[in-house]
């Protein structure tokens, strides 16, 4: 067996850790962070006005709506960090991360699923409670809902080899920490 297919999962087609899945998450995630972190700046005063091409005053009132500042930190600051984690965790790891570090890709998994929910819970809210738009962050809810699916099928990989590990009787605490003769077991 090549080395090649050896990265690929159990009972998969493709290997959802290469770099041509993993890069345009990445580079969404980043693309979200510039989003997020303008209208974070807004959020927190640092710039008069925000960028709003078709929703009249409806950033605005988005913006500094009860929702956004539901916590001590503004929404639109969260959600950069939360991209940040997300480019992060994402460039982390070679191209077999789904067995030899499942931990990251777990982690990676979890920073994007919840994001995207949340971005799609803030998109329900706004004109539900608030009768407005926010071009901005409909931008930022669309980034957020097109990287889940490519980072749970890492994570589904992950998380089928360690069930294949439990089943081996093998560590699944190492494994889950990438340590090799864990590895080699399940192999």
């Keep these: 067996m090549t080395k090649d297919a050896q990265m690929i999962p159990p009972g998969w087609d493709y290997n959802p850790a290469t770099w041509s899945q993993r890069i345009p998450i990445v580079i969404l995630a980043l693309i979200g962070v510039l989003i997020a972190g303008y209208l974070s700046l807004y959020q927190l005063e640092l710039i008069d006005s925000v960028w709003e091409p078709f929703f009249g005053d409806g950033s605005v009132t988005i913006l500094n709506s009860r929702i956004s500042h539901i916590l001590p930190i503004p929404d639109a600051a969260l959600g ?10 994402g460039v982390i790891g070679g191209q077999g991360r789904w067995k030899k570090m499942p931990w990251i890709v777990i982690v990676f998994g979890l920073a994007v699923g919840p994001l995207g929910f949340v971005s799609v819970m803030l998109v329900v809210f706004q004109p539900v409670l608030f009768s407005a738009w926010c071009t901005l962050c409909l931008a930022s809810a669309v980034i957020s809902i097109a990287m889940i699916g490519p980072a749970m099928d890492e994570m589904l990989a992950s998380l089928q080899y360690m069930q ?11 494994a889950f920490w990438g340590v090799q003769s864990e590895i080699e077991k399940v192999n």
Excluded: N
Excluded at 80 to 89: E, I, N, Q, R, S
Excluded at 164 to 174: D, F, L, M, N, Q
């Design 164 to 174: 294949r590990v439990k089943r081996s009787e093998a560590s699944t605490w190492k």
């Design 80 to 89: 950069a960090f939360g991209y940040l984690v997300d480019a992060v965790t």
